[in-house]
T-cell receptor
Framework: EDKVVQSPLSLVVHEGDTVTLNCSYE??????LLWYKQEKKAPTFLFML????IEKKSGRLSSILDKKELFSILNITATQTGDSAVYLC????????????FGQGTILTVHP | NAGVTQTPKFRVLKTGQSMTLLCAQD?????MYWYRQDPGMGLRLIHY???????AKGEVPDGYNVSRLKKQNFLLGLESAAPSQTSVYFC????????????FGPGTRLTVL
């Protein structure tokens, strides 16, 4: 059974801090790992990672995948209160219908 | 371009009542999914569809039924609601082929008393 574990489950920081969110996984026939940001409503897509060692970057957010050690990290530098959200990690295995297995999420709270 | 929409946004049911949640997407996506999200458990797949007229069970299908009569719509039905079905329900869709990214609707918060 595919499994995704995120850590920490919650994190409280102050504006300007840098945070690292972790995602480890066990999946049959790994295909991709996706990060989503969820504020009050729908999860919104951040990154998709398929290859080890290649950093994806968008503004203050970056992510990297290690397929040998089966984990990914999401870094947020110079955090802002608008970064407060639940960050979800999901992996896609080899099923034909595109099933994503989600982790529990990390709740990030950024105080001014 | 509205993306993925869900109706209703909120609903309160009594145990034993039935209801249907509607998901609509205007992106011409082949694949559609229904998830539920519960505290501390992430999103879990209820049912999915790989195309118009097809549906299949996900991880937690018991107590739910689905239909995909039109490509753009995916309906989730609860025939006899139970308190254990209190949750936030999300619909998602994606294109076919190698695209892995799923796009989510805004969710429906359902409470079963």
């Amino acid at each position: 059974e595919d499994k995704v574990v995120q850590s920490p489950l919650s994190l409280v920081v102050h504006e300007g801090d840098t945070v690292t969110l972790n995602c480890s996984y066990e999946v049959t026939n790994f295909r991709s790992l996706l990060w989503y940001k969820q504020e009050k409503k729908a999860p919104t897509f951040l990154f998709m990672l398929t290859s080890s060692g290649i950093e994806k970057k968008s503004g203050r957010l970056s992510s990297i995948l290690d397929k040998k050690e089966l984990f990914s990290i999401l870094n947020i530098t110079a955090t802002q209160t608008g970064d407060s959200a639940v960050y979800l990690c999901a992996v896609k295995g080899g099923t034909s219908y595109g099933k994503l297995t989600f982790g529990q999420g990390t709740i990030l709270t950024v105080h001014p | 371009n509205a993306g993925v929409t869900q109706t209703p946004k909120f609903r309160v049911l009594k145990t034993g009542q039935s209801m249907t949640l509607l998901c609509a997407q205007d992106m011409n996506h082949e694949y559609m999914y229904w998830y539920r999200q519960d505290p501390g458990m992430g999103l879990r797949l209820i049912h999915y569809s790989v195309g118009e007229g097809t549906t299949a069970k996900g991880e937690v299908p018991d107590g739910y039924n689905v239909s995909r009569l039109k490509k753009q719509n995916f309906l989730l039905g609860l025939e006899s609601a139970a308190p254990s079905q209190t949750s936030v329900y999300f619909c998602a869709s994606r294109t076919g082929g190698s695209a892995d990214t799923q796009y989510f609707g805004p969710g429906t918060r359902l409470t079963v008393l």
